[in-house]
């Protein structure tokens, strides 16, 4: 028996998706013109993400009807791309994958919606040509959250970043020239909404990048890419510092823009700050106040615990890259190993940029089973083997 969507769900469906295909790659409008003068053609189809039938592709992962006909478990997409992620039972389309499309696209129709000027769009894939790492011709298709892990460090996780950030540099990727022992070769998909490619590579010590075939000194797309690591909050100096100085050479802002990125932090439920605010009276170093969500007293910045301390800049450095993100497209690349943050803390904010609240994409690298990851709406990849052999695996 086939569990179909009824016809209310089909136009919310197609409505949400702007009546355009769900798959990042494609850009075709569903609903036109049709032959006669009073007709619609349609060539959309609302796809099921788990299945409709029994042993569909995906299969149902154990939901009850009213969950398989509901619109959480449907993408608008052509007939197409309808077809496409139900080849060989779905296989090389998993639940999340399609969640986490549907979410991109949804994020991308609302922007459109709002504020016809801006640059929305995302990376949607990454294949590796060939490199010194992976397996030749391997692919990652990216979600809105992607998280890559591996049992152990080394695997390739950096690697992939480092190549994906071309897109927001106008640097080269250093590391990879001259090649290591053999060439790097790789294309990036993006889609903003027209789509791009963006073919790099390093043979000997010769690099090159080009997008759409076009040869350029570096990437000139309107992307944007930031790295969360350890690094980026190290300033010299600290100690002898006012908070708000330190927080503004962190941060690199000056205190008139930290003070509209105080406003901006404890609005989202997945805050753990409540409050942030600037104490100009005070007459030593520490002149920034915070309260932690659950407290009614407040604390200055040095007078956190250190988790306290790394939710606080997080949480200020989201607030300063979202301002980017509202124009143009964006990846935060957060190296968990690298961070002093634990596990759980990133596992909570991975809620958060999986929700609508954020509307650029994350790319976490992580030792294989240390992060909780939300329950819905990720690309989950796990990278496997010896250098130069590793496999790539979609979970
Ligand atoms: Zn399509």
């Given amino acids: 028996m086939r569990i179909d969507f009824t016809k209310p769900t089909k136009t919310i469906l197609a409505g949400r998706a702007g009546y355009q295909c769900s798959h990042p790659d494609c850009d075709m409008i569903t609903i036109g013109p049709g032959d006669k003068y009073d007709q619609l053609s349609s060539v959309g189809e609302a796809a099921h993400i788990y299945s409709a039938a029994e042993n569909g592709p995906r299969g149902q992962d154990g939901?009850?009807?009213?969950?398989?006909?509901?619109?959480?478990?449907?993408?608008?997409?052509?007939?197409?791309?309808?077809?496409?992620?139900?080849?060989?039972?779905?296989?090389?389309?998993?639940?999340?994958?399609?969640?986490?499309?549907?979410?991109?696209?949804?994020?991308?129709?609302?922007?459109?919606?709002?504020?016809?000027?801006?640059?929305?769009?995302?990376?949607?894939?990454?294949?590796?040509?060939?490199?010194?790492?992976?397996?030749?011709?391997?692919?990652?298709?990216?979600?809105?959250?992607?998280?890559?892990?591996?049992?152990?460090?080394?695997?390739?996780k950096t690697a992939i970043c480092e190549w994906l950030s071309v897109l927001g540099s106008e640097q080269s990727p250093q590391r990879w020239i001259p090649s290591r022992k053999s060439d790097t070769r790789y294309s990036i998909n993006t889609f903003m909404p027209e789509k791009h490619e963006v073919n790099v590579s390093i043979e000997s010590d010769r690099y090159k990048i080009d997008i759409d075939g076009v040869d350029s000194p570096f990437c000139g797309l309107p992307f944007k890419t930031f790295f969360f690591n350890s690094d980026i909050f190290k300033v010299e100096g600290k100690q002898d510092m006012k908070e708000s100085e330190y927080l503004c050479q962190a941060l690199d802002v000056d205190i008139f823009t930290l003070v509209k990125l105080f406003n901006r932090v404890g609005l989202s439920e997945y805050s753990f700050i409540k409050k942030v605010a600037l104490n100009e009276e005070s007459c030593d170093?520490?002149?920034?106040?915070?309260?932690?969500?659950?407290?009614?007293?407040?604390?200055?910045?040095?007078?956190?615990?250190?988790?306290e301390s790394n939710a606080l800049q997080f949480e200020l450095l989201i607030a300063k890259i979202q301002a980017y993100a509202e124009y143009s497209p964006l990846i935060l690349f957060i190296e968990s190993a690298e961070t002093s943050f634990d596990n759980q803390m990133i596992s909570h904010y991975l809620d958060f940029m999986n929700s609508s609240e954020v509307s650029f994409q994350t790319v976490v690298t992580s030792l294989s089973g240390s992060i909780r990851k939300p329950s819905i709406g990720i690309a989950h990849f796990i990278l496997n083997g010896e250098h130069s052999n590793v496999e790539v695996s979609q979970v």
Avoid: Y
């Fill in 63 to 156: 939901l009850d009807e009213e969950d398989l006909k509901s619109v959480n478990n449907g993408i608008w997409m052509c007939k197409t791309h309808a077809r496409l992620i139900d080849t060989n039972k779905g296989d090389g389309f998993s639940a999340t994958q399609l969640i986490s499309w549907k979410q991109l696209h949804e994020e991308a129709i609302k922007r459109k919606q709002g504020r016809i000027h801006r640059n929305i769009g995302w990376a949607s894939r990454i294949r590796i040509i060939n490199s010194p790492v992976f397996k030749d011709d391997t692919e990652i298709n990216l979600g809105k959250v992607t998280l890559i892990e591996s049992s152990k460090n080394g695997a390739g």
């Fill in 285 to 307: 170093l520490n002149d920034v106040e915070c309260t932690i969500k659950g407290r009614d007293f407040s604390l200055v910045f040095n007078g956190l615990s250190g988790g």
